[in-house]
């Protein structure tokens, strides 16, 4: 079981930004998909970001397109999400999760992912 902790969260004017980290303890295998999904009250959980670790590769949801930008740092086996022109509609609890390269593509399935960190809130206000 792979232990996440997400930190970074806080509250920005829209038109801001914030980054995220998601800080891993430790992966079993060279290539896994890390995600980031998001949560507000009464809605089902969505997927924003998605990397495979292995070849680099990021997929967007349709509404984060040209404003995150997904990220890792290996040697750190730290996940970022640096989120740029923030809008009211980006508040959420945002969770950072793990799960096999399957799960990569943008597809954003929650079930696809193994491991989930708590959770960083987000709030952006107009």
């Known amino acids: 079981q792979v232990q996440l902790q997400e930190s970074g969260g806080g509250s920005v004017q829209a038109g801001g930004s914030l980054r995220l980290s998601c800080e891993a303890s430790r992966f079993k295998h060279n290539s896994v998909c890390m995600a980031w999904f998001r949560q507000t009250s009464g809605k089902e959980r969505e997927g924003v970001a998605d990397l495979d670790t292995g070849g680099n590769i990021a997929n967007y949801a349709d509404s984060v397109k040209g404003r995150f930008t997904i990220s890792q740092d290996g040697a750190k086996n730290t996940l970022y999400l640096q989120m740029n022109s923030l809008k009211p509609e980006d508040t959420a609890i945002y969770y950072c999760?793990?799960?096999?390269?399957?799960?990569?593509?943008?597809?954003?399935?929650?079930?696809?992912?193994?491991?989930w960190g708590r959770g960083t809130q987000v709030t952006v206000s107009s």
């Open positions: 999760a793990v799960g096999w390269l399957y799960g990569c593509g943008g597809s954003f399935r929650a079930r696809d992912f193994t491991d």
